[in-house]
């Protein structure tokens, strides 16, 4: 009598599949180097025989068809198999136990210990006792009906417009940023990432400042300010016939209001504070983060001017410009001022570098203003009071085989299009200002996660000009994409108020967003979606990290793990050495060729960071999130040259961080220092990139 139930672990009755033990079978046969395919269909059918003979007409649970799985390996002289089999086996048994002590029985998406994690701590809905009233799926499910919802006013298929939106999240081929999967269908609804707000030179702007940004926090948001119109510290002030105080000073209130406000009951706010490089208290600004504990929730970049990079470059003065009435407040040779930034750079991580000027040659809405500051990542320049919604593409799931699926990653390119249109249809946006300028120009920002692994899998080294060319052809490909998808949303529902004063009029009849395209860091989405968190390199092949109740998981990349199996030279011994160190290239005992091909951030040099940023940057309407990963002994030239090559390349800005330069950071090689483990440890909210600038803010 065949077998045609099964029971799960947690009780569930299913449909018995045969091709889940061949499957399994398979995956035993590759990580010992015997990949056949006939040879599992045959073992297949041993262990279905077997099943059907000792469960006949009742229902055997998986456990009892795994036991049969490893008799049948056993039986055929298959133990080096049958050993893969049992460590797969006591593998998955470990990863279960972590989601239980997560509170996790049924996991129907097949998610990661950490991802499950992170839902739970930040995204899952709660009572008012605190107590989690929804699962994973059903927050796919709340974010992809509360979206699909902008639909009813353009005439459009509301229901089988929400399923495919929850078809690409449920499959994480698609996240939207963080606030969206927050608050999509809730009372807030606030759901963008990115605001810039203006800050004017008087205490009421000031103040009025400052109450936006706890109003935008509050709701999730992280924002930028420019703080370049604020005169100087000891200018006069005519009011009160004394003194500014500076921009600086104001800093350190909206600092202070930061540290308070937990944005959303979530998560600690982040600020990206610009000054532009013409101020006469730029010195102050670069020197502000010297201090451990000083603008903790801000990363701050210097706003650099083609002028004065023209002038370092010839070793020429350079003048700083009272903003109250232009004048010339005094005068510093530039290539003096250049070293400050980047010795300071290599010190702390800050300040990072705005190219301003490269940015506003590809402002799209020049006519509306400049773009003085971007949100706290400086993916996305913004005019004053605007805000953008992002999300993400995971490659690793645009791929067939080793390859990268074109028509499917088209094909999500433009519903990912469409989601992030309604986002703004549906969006409840904090303050009328802001709702004013985000509806006049309608940007969004369309990115990818998971570069990284799609070039691990494709066996292409990071530091390549392989992978330079895969890099331009997969974004000059989505933004091309995003554009036509946008333009046909502009015929359909009408083009963004501000398209025909916008760069777009001339070669589009219609474009409903003035911007479509960003590469965001992703940290949280990247941790859903279980992939590298966007287009950073490898961080480490193997880490250890620290989860919920001093849980502590060993963390090895997936896909090193597939390639030691099949290459014959995994073992969990190799795995925890790894942990030591992060990386492999001094490791003996694995081939050359996988050491060649999984480089992480530390064993490629600067260049090739700031090569991949600008390969991006190329085919990318707003700005790319990318951190120069440097090695605790490099040199402060070693700075210099990034900055100098991010500015020749094209680069919209750049930020630099030296290993262990900041006390808090996510990653740690070696000796934690307070820790005894050698081992690389990273925390719950690691995302597999790079360590942040900013410990508490949020990678959108």
């Known amino acids: 009598m065949k077998v045609t139930k099964i029971r799960k672990r947690d009780g569930r009755i299913v449909d018995f599949d045969p091709r889940r033990i061949e499957n399994a079978i398979h995956k035993a046969l590759v990580a010992t180097k015997h990949a056949d395919g006939e040879l599992a269909k045959k073992l297949a059918k041993q262990v279905v025989a077997k099943v059907e003979a000792k469960f006949a007409g009742q229902i055997p649970g998986v456990e009892d068809v795994q036991d049969l799985v490893?008799?049948?390996?056993?039986?055929?002289?298959?133990?080096?198999?049958?050993?893969?089999?049992?460590?797969?086996?006591?593998?998955?048994?470990?990863?279960?136990?972590?989601?239980?002590?997560?509170?996790?029985r049924y996991d129907e998406l097949k998610l990661t210990v950490n991802a499950i994690e992170v839902l739970r701590r930040r995204y899952l809905l709660r009572d008012e006792r605190g107590q989690l009233i929804e699962t994973p799926a059903g927050m796919f499910r709340r974010v992809a009906h509360h979206v699909a919802l902008a639909e009813k006013a353009y005439g459009g298929d509301v229901r089988a417009v929400e399923e495919r939106f929850l078809d690409m999240m449920r499959k994480l081929e698609f996240l939207p940023n963080s606030p969206t999967l927050m608050n999509a269908g809730t009372r807030l609804g606030q759901l963008s990432a990115c605001f810039?707000?203006?800050?004017?030179?008087?205490?009421?702007?000031?103040?009025?400042?400052?109450?936006?940004?706890?109003?935008?926090?509050?709701?999730?948001?992280?924002?930028?300010?420019?703080?370049?119109?604020?005169?100087?510290?000891?200018?006069?002030?005519?009011?009160?016939?004394?003194?500014?105080?500076?921009?600086?000073?104001?800093?350190?209130?909206?600092?202070?209001?930061?540290?308070?406000?937990?944005?959303?009951?979530?998560?600690?706010?982040?600020?990206?504070?610009?000054?532009?490089?013409?101020?006469?208290?730029?010195?102050?600004?670069?020197?502000?983060?010297?201090?451990?504990?000083?603008?903790?929730?801000?990363?701050?970049?210097?706003?650099?001017?083609?002028?004065?990079?023209?002038?370092?470059?010839?070793d020429k003065e350079f003048e700083l410009v009272n903003p109250r009435d232009g004048s010339v407040w005094r005068t510093v040779?530039?290539?003096?001022?250049?070293?400050?930034?980047?010795?300071?750079?290599?010190?702390?991580?800050?300040?990072?570098?705005?190219?301003?000027?490269?940015?506003?040659?590809?402002?799209?809405?020049?006519?509306?203003?400049?773009?003085?500051?971007?949100?706290?990542?400086?993916?996305?320049?913004?005019?004053?009071?605007?805000?953008?919604?992002?999300?993400?593409?995971?490659?690793?799931?645009?791929?067939?085989?080793?390859?990268?699926?074109?028509?499917?990653?088209?094909?999500?390119?433009?519903?990912?299009?469409?989601?992030?249109?309604?986002?703004?249809?549906?969006?409840?946006?904090?303050?009328?200002?802001?709702?004013?300028?985000?509806?006049?120009?309608?940007?969004?920002?369309?990115?990818?996660?998971?570069?990284?692994?799609?070039?691990?899998?494709?066996?292409?080294?990071?530091?390549?000009?392989?992978?330079?060319?895969?890099?331009?052809?997969?974004?000059?490909?989505?933004?091309?994409?995003?554009?036509?998808?946008?333009?046909?949303?502009?015929?359909?529902?009408?083009?963004?108020?501000?398209?025909?004063?916008?760069?777009?009029?001339?070669?589009?009849?219609?474009?409903?967003?003035?911007?479509?395209?960003?590469?965001?860091?992703t940290g949280s989405i990247s941790i859903i979606a279980g992939t590298t968190s966007g287009i950073e390199p490898l961080f480490a092949v193997c880490y250890v990290r620290q989860v919920m109740g001093g849980v502590r998981l060993v963390e090895v990349n997936p896909v090193f793990e597939e390639v030691a199996r099949a290459r014959g030279f995994y073992s969990r011994e190799l795995m925890l050495e790894i942990a030591k160190r992060g990386s492999i290239q001094d490791m003996p005992g694995i081939p050359e060729d996988v050491k060649e091909v999984f480089v992480t951030a530390l064993d490629i040099e600067p260049e090739w960071h700031v090569r991949m940023q600008a390969a991006f940057q190329k085919h990318v309407d707003n700005a790319v999130s990318k951190t120069v990963n440097l090695p605790h002994d490099a040199a402060v030239s070693d700075v210099k040259r990034v900055f100098e090559l991010a500015y020749k390349l094209g680069?919209?800005?750049?930020?630099?961080?030296?290993?262990?330069?900041?006390?808090?950071?996510?990653?740690?090689?070696?000796?934690?220092?307070?820790?005894?483990?050698?081992?690389?440890?990273?925390?719950?909210?690691?995302?597999?990139g790079c360590p942040t600038r900013v410990p508490h803010a949020e990678c959108f």
């Open 333 to 521: 040779m530039a290539r003096d001022l250049f070293d400050l930034v980047t010795f300071t750079a290599w010190k702390v991580g800050d300040p990072g570098v705005l190219f301003i000027d490269e940015i506003n040659r590809h402002n799209p809405t020049s006519a509306l203003g400049e773009i003085e500051a971007t949100n706290p990542c400086g993916e996305q320049p913004l005019l004053p009071y605007e805000s953008c919604n992002l999300g993400s593409i995971s490659l690793p799931r645009m791929m067939k085989g080793n390859e990268v699926d074109w028509d499917k990653l088209a094909e999500t390119v433009r519903w990912a299009v469409r989601f992030l249109d309604d986002v703004i249809t549906v969006n409840k946006l904090p303050l009328p200002e802001i709702e004013e300028a985000t509806l006049r120009t309608r940007k969004v920002g369309l990115g990818i996660m998971g570069f990284a692994e799609l070039l691990l899998r494709m066996e292409v080294p990071y530091n390549s000009k392989e992978a330079l060319k895969i890099a331009e052809e997969i974004m000059s490909f989505i933004t091309r994409e995003a554009r036509e998808a946008s333009a046909e949303l502009g015929r359909e529902r009408g083009s963004f108020p501000a398209f025909e004063e916008s760069i777009w009029a001339k070669d589009f009849d219609a474009m409903r967003n003035a911007t479509v395209t960003t590469i965001a860091p």
């Open 651 to 688: 680069c919209k800005g750049t930020t630099v961080y030296r290993y262990g330069s900041r006390k808090e950071q996510v990653l740690y090689i070696g000796v934690r220092p307070e820790e005894l483990e050698k081992y690389v440890v990273v925390d719950s909210e690691f995302a597999g």
């Open 70 to 104: 490893e008799q049948t390996l056993v039986e055929n002289g298959l133990y080096e198999v049958a050993k893969a089999y049992i460590l797969y086996r006591a593998e998955r048994a470990r990863v279960r136990e972590a989601k239980c002590l997560l509170g996790v």
């Open 196 to 314: 810039v707000i203006p800050v004017y030179d008087s205490i009421e702007s000031i103040f009025d400042a400052l109450k936006a940004m706890a109003i935008v926090q509050k709701s999730g948001g992280g924002t930028g300010f420019s703080f370049s119109r604020l005169r100087p510290e000891g200018d006069m002030v005519k009011s009160t016939m004394g003194t500014a105080s500076g921009p600086v000073s104001f800093m350190r209130i909206f600092d202070l209001a930061t540290e308070v406000i937990k944005q959303g009951g979530k998560r600690r706010g982040a600020n990206m504070g610009v000054l532009r490089v013409d101020h006469p208290d730029v010195e102050k600004f670069i020197l502000a983060k010297t201090e451990e504990g000083v603008l903790m929730n801000f990363n701050i970049s210097v706003a650099i001017t083609d002028d004065f990079m023209k002038a370092m470059e010839r």
